[in-house]
């Protein structure tokens, strides 16, 4: 692969991912999405997955968000009933679900459920888990362009004017020597 093409796709791929998710935060897509916290929909939806849903596209006998209680859950619609309202069931409970909420309450259908996804929603959530990934993608990139500058021929500089990391200069080593002998000076006795 030429290399102006491995840095045009190096380039589109951020991008591509700042403008979906842009679009998604902002409402523009018709999806909402969900973390799974209970087994009810194991083995389909294991805990800590992440579910992907389509507003007001749903059928009988495909996975819905519904909201209930002030809760949303995510089961298997099983009817729609004559009384406008629905009958729901957990893949992993052996009866329905007790409450029949009304067919407006249905959020949408689930198109996708990437495993255990949910589990690192929630921890980027976290401000410290936030942070960590922060920090974690600020150390491969700073690691991703050592080879760039090995590659460049650059020549070596003086340690005043050498960059470390994020342009962040060194300090020079001689700066410490004179403060260390200033320092030696005041406590000699003087005449």
Do not use: C
Not at 81 to 98: E, F, H, L, M, V
Not at 119 to 136: D, E, H, I, Q, T
Request: charged share 15%.
């Amino acid at each position: 692969m030429s290399s102006v093409l491995k840095t045009m796709l190096l380039a589109a791929v951020p991008v591509l991912l700042l403008v979906g998710a842009l679009l998604f935060l902002t409402g523009q897509l018709p999806y909402k999405v969900y973390v799974v916290h209970t087994g009810s929909m194991t083995p389909t939806i294991p805990t800590r997955s992440l579910v992907i849903v389509r507003e007001h596209q749903y059928h009988v006998g495909e996975v819905v968000s519904f909201r209930v209680n002030g809760e949303i859950v995510t089961h298997r619609l099983v009817a729609i009933n004559a009384n406008g309202t629905i009958t729901t069931k957990g893949d992993a409970n052996r009866t329905d679900d007790p409450w029949h909420p009304p067919v407006a309450n249905i959020i949408g259908g689930v198109v996708a459920a990437p495993r255990y996804l949910g589990y690192w929603l929630m921890y980027a959530r976290n401000p410290f888990g936030f942070a960590s990934v922060l920090l974690m993608l600020l150390v491969l990139w700073q690691i991703w362009t050592l080879p760039v500058a090995a590659r460049s021929g650059a020549t070596a500089t003086p340690a005043a004017e050498e960059p470390i990391g994020l342009g962040i200069y060194a300090i020079p080593t001689d700066l410490f020597a004179m403060r260390l002998e200033e320092s030696a000076y005041q406590g000699a006795p003087t005449d």
